[in-house]
Structure formats: structure tokens, C-alpha cells
């Protein structure tokens, strides 16, 4: 994609995350999309995984409950 140029190493926190080596990007745990850093909204501190979407997180749960 254009504009992505490095993935970012992240730390997800409670509320927030902190960004340990920079990038522009993360990806989906679940989908495996590119989410640009500064639109990261969804997140699991348990897991250390980013989420594209609400759905893709509920998708996780879900996995990891059954």
C-alpha cells in the first residue's frame, strides 16, 4: 500500500499504547490489515494485538473463549 512504509513496534496499555520502535503502521491481529499508527483504536493488552475493527476484536474473543 502506499504510504505504508515501516510497521511500528508497539506496547498496548490500558487506554493507550506506547510505540517502542516507530513506523507508520500495525496490523490486524486477526486480519492482517495494515492500520495506520495514528488510527489505532482497538486493541488487547492481554493478547498484545491490534484490531482493524470492533469486529475483527470480537472475532478474537471469541476465538479465545471456546
Not at 490489515?33 to 470492533?54: D, F, G, H, M
Request: one cysteine or more.
Amino acid at each position: 500500500m502506499i504510504g505504508f512504509k515501516k510497521e511500528a513496534q508497539v506496547r498496548y496499555e490500558d487506554g493507550n499504547f506506547e510505540v517502542l520502535s516507530g513506523g507508520d503502521y500495525v496490523l490486524c491481529g486477526v486480519t492482517r490489515k495494515r492500520i495506520p499508527i495514528n488510527q489505532l483504536k482497538y486493541w488487547s493488552v492481554e493478547r498484545q494485538e491490534a484490531y482493524a475493527t470492533p469486529e475483527a476484536a470480537m472475532k478474537r474473543h471469541k476465538e479465545i473463549s471456546e
